[in-house]
């Protein structure tokens, strides 16, 4: 397993993560059930609220994600608040923030504006259908918090469908179902760049 990730990480390195690996999500089908859940979720307009259980965590996390995002996003103000939406909605989504980081480095390389050929959009790389299937055609997948709230529910939704396989709900999410590639690349990016542990205490000594 570690030499598939590895190679995909050489991969994603010499692609330089920059849409390479967008792809599409693929219309199918929902219940109404379904539907009107994934509507209320993308639709909740709740105030925004730390998603971090204390500052410290905050600060530690915001610090270690942005000296890694600087290289990519100079405007330092701007990195910190896509960071904070990005822990919100991907906590708020039940998924691991530096997994939701993964994607986005392979999907978009980190670029706002970024359109597959496919015509996907934003950092996570949302297909327009959605808008409508969901019944919000205003909603504008270049807005920060729009595309990530889409792209956070959406993976979360394949990820619910194959009940819990990311393999298979990451191939969902690229519309490469079934194909190891994306989702090789997605872990890579993931374990390897983009992984945290909470520093541990510093221990006070005694007199």
């Not at 100079?74 to 990005?86: A, E, H, T, V």
Request: hydrophobic share 40%; glycine share 8%.
């Amino acid at each position: 397993m570690r030499r598939v990730i590895r190679h995909a990480l050489a991969a994603l390195l010499l692609c330089g993560a920059a849409g390479a690996y967008a792809g599409a999500q693929q219309y199918e089908p929902l219940s109404a059930s379904v539907q009107a859940a994934l509507h209320e979720a993308v639709s909740d307009s709740r105030p925004p609220v730390s998603s971090f259980k204390s500052p410290l965590e905050a600060t530690d996390w915001l610090s270690a994600m942005s000296d890694r995002l600087a290289r990519r996003i100079k405007n330092r103000d701007y990195r910190l608040d896509l960071l904070r939406s990005i822990h919100y909605e991907a906590t708020r989504a039940g998924l691991d923030p530096q997994l939701v980081l993964g994607l986005i480095q392979v999907e978009s390389g980190f670029r706002k504006y970024a359109v597959s050929s496919a015509g996907a959009r934003g950092y996570m790389q949302v297909m327009p259908f959605w808008v409508k299937l969901l019944g919000r055609p205003q909603d504008s997948l270049f807005d920060l918090r729009t595309n990530l709230r889409y792209g956070c529910t959406i993976l979360r939704h394949y990820l619910d469908i194959e009940k819990g396989d990311l393999y298979r709900a990451l191939g969902r999410y690229n519309g490469s179902l079934g194909k190891p590639d994306y989702p090789n690349m997605v872990r890579a990016a993931w374990q390897q760049q983009w992984q945290f542990q909470t520093p541990l205490p510093v221990a006070r000594s005694g007199r």
